[in-house]
Each structure stands twice: as C-alpha cells, then as structure tokens.
C-alpha cells in the first residue's frame, strides 16, 4: 500500500519562505512521477508543480514559477516543495502526488496517490 504524508505546512507572513516535504512508503519510489498540488477554501484543486522521475524535468503553474522550486531526494523516498516570497493568495492546503507519467504533468487524473494534505497559511 502507497502512502504519502507531507509536512512542513504553517502560518507565515508575506515574503516569508517554507519548505514542504512529502515521504512515500510502500512503493517504489524511483518510478514516479511527483506532484504539488493545493486547494484553496471554497475552490477547486490546482496544479502547482511537478518533478519527473529522476528529478531531471520540472514544471510550474506560472502563478509560482520564480517563487517555488520542487526537487526530490530519491535515496529518502522523499519530495520537496521550496515556497519562497508567499503571498496570501498561496494560502491553501497544500497535497502531493504520485504517478507514472514518463513526464510531469498538471492532469490530476495521471497521479494514483495522493497525501493528506498540509495546510500553509499567509498573512498580509
């Protein structure tokens, strides 16, 4: 059984930085795909990044891109998402994903797995 657990999630203020982290267990790390992605209250999911397999390919939604960095450590079965200068609009709960695209992809419909979610909170 696949599981995926994030972390990190907080309240900051504006301009401040965070980091999250998501560990699978019970897969076969390596041979994923992996994605960010949040839900803010009262909207639907949103893509926010994505990291091929060997964390060689990554792709942003351009609402973060310059401000987020994914990266994977694949010997800690373990994926990251980088947050710097947020906003109060990157207030959501934030999910990671699993997958098996050759690509990193926004569709929601290629991840299998899924976390629980990690809220992060920023105030103006």
């Known amino acids: 059984q696949v599981q995926l657990v994030e972390s990190g999630g907080g309240l900051v203020q504006a301009g401040d930085s965070l980091r999250l982290s998501c560990v699978v267990s019970?897969?076969?790390?390596?041979?994923?795909?992996m994605g960010w992605f949040r839900q803010a209250p009262g909207k639907g999911r949103q893509f926010v990044g994505a990291i091929s397999w060997l964390g060689g390919t990554t792709y942003y939604s351009d609402g973060v891109k310059g401000r987020f960095t994914i990266s994977r450590d694949n010997a800690k079965n373990t994926v990251y998402l980088q947050m710097n200068s947020l906003k109060p609009e990157d207030t959501a709960v934030y999910y990671c994903?699993?997958?098996?695209?050759?690509?990193?992809?926004?569709?929601?419909?290629?991840?299998?797995?899924w976390g629980q979610g990690t809220q992060v909170t920023v105030s103006s």
């Open positions: 019970g897969g076969t790390f390596v041979s994923y795909s």
């Open positions: 994903a699993a997958g098996f695209a050759r690509e990193p992809t926004r569709a929601s419909n290629e991840y299998n797995y």
